[in-house]
């Protein structure tokens, strides 16, 4: 079982910059893959970016071309760089370890962190 915990939300204008890291514990030998996900207020959890062990990378087009996800994998962390942020890009975020089969991302059903909030103002 891998524990995830995310950090790095906060309030920020529109047009401004964040970095969410999210510390992962535990099996992490095991990770083969990870990925950040999003809940609006009234909107359910979708996937945003993921990261896969051999470096691969896909975005949900919203975010494609301002969020960067990234892995240290020295320090066990996951990254999602955003730039260029919207009004639009308010919610909570969160990571996950799962897998992925070609492009497609499966979550890890265990593997949540707690999220943290980002909050952008116009």
Not at 41 to 52: C, D, Y
Not at 61 to 83: C, P
């Amino acid at each position: 079982q891998v524990q995830l915990v995310e950090s790095g939300g906060g309030l920020v204008q529109a047009g401004g910059s964040l970095r969410l890291s999210c510390a992962a514990s535990g099996s992490t030998f095991r990770l083969d893959a990870m990925a950040w996900y999003r809940q609006a207020p009234g909107e359910q959890r979708g996937l945003i970016a993921t990261f896969r062990s051999d470096g691969f990378t896909d975005y949900k087009e919203s975010v494609k071309g301002r969020f960067t996800i990234s892995m240290d994998n020295a320090k066990n962390t996951l990254y999602l760089q955003m730039d260029s942020l919207k009004p639009d890009d308010t919610a909570v975020y969160y990571c996950n370890a799962g897998h992925m089969r070609g492009i497609y991302y499966y979550p890890g059903a265990g593997s949540w962190g707690r999220g943290t909030q980002v909050t952008v103002s116009s």
